[in-house]
């Protein structure tokens, strides 16, 4: 019985927090245009400690995900396994913020507190509207 309970407790856990990630480049950018949004793209590598705060705390609060999902479709690219179609970076996590016609509207490097992440969100947002 504490085994069910337990299951059933992880997977509603599982419906809060983290963004719900697009499956590929060209369909984030698909879906980006048909829902009038931007992409937010998440360069990250397996064993990365900064990449994991991000995805474990930063990204588990509900409101930030929300906002995220609100203004643009994230995508996570591993830039070990995946093609990262050009997309630079000096370390991980790096995140590019596009418009869905590609145009790149601001990078940032490294990880940052859910503070710092939902400040630098408030400009993003407002030249996503521009």
Known sequence: MK????????????????????????????????????????LSRKNCDACWYM?????????????????FVPLYLDVHDDN???LTYIG????????????TIKRLDGASNLKEFALSLDEIEKSLKK
């Open 92 to 103: 991980t996590p790096t995140f590019y913020f596009k418009k869905s016609g590609g145009r």
């Open 84 to 86: 990262i179609h050009g």
């Open 55 to 71: 995805e474990n705390i930063v990204f588990e609060d509900d409101e930030l995900t929300e906002r995220i999902e609100k203004n």
């Open 3 to 42: 085994l069910f309970l337990s299951l059933i407790l992880l997977g509603t856990l599982s419906l809060f927090g983290e963004p719900n990630w697009a499956c590929s480049y060209d369909k984030a950018f698909e879906q980006a245009e048909k829902e009038h949004k931007g992409v937010m793209i998440m």
